[in-house]
């Protein structure tokens, strides 16, 4: 089914640095994860809350609810995005530890295209690969 609206959840603490500038612009310009979206998708960003991600559950709920009484759009037409700050080592922070608990309450509140990334950092990819963040998770 085809995307009609993308949600961004971005990790809380990456927020109080971050304007979400970098996300915003790839979501409009059609990069990085947003490469292939149509023109016409509608978008809107959240935080996570806060660690330990709980607050995901009612930011969905409320977004819900606003989506059935003004929109026609259903669940399965949206993806929602993990912010790259959220689901990738970087420079500032590592992967969130607590991304599969998130992931469990989107499920939860009937979201299924679940998407990690956002704006793709060229440099950090090259450092990813060159193996220079280190990952608690591995
Ligand atoms: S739960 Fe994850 S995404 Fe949310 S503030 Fe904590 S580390 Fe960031």
Redesign the pocket.
Known sequence: MAVKYVII??????HRRCSGFACTKSFYNKEGAFEGCGEDVQYISF???????KGVAAKLEHFSRHLKKHTTVTKEEIAIH?SS??ATDNYH?DR????D??KGIISKKGYSNVVEGSYISKGAEKKREEGKYHSYNA
Do not use: F, K, S, W
Request: proline share 4%.
């Open positions: 959840i971005q990790c809380d603490i990456a935080t996570c809350g806060g660690c330990c991600g993990l700050c959220m922070y969130c530890p607590h991304i608990y998130i």
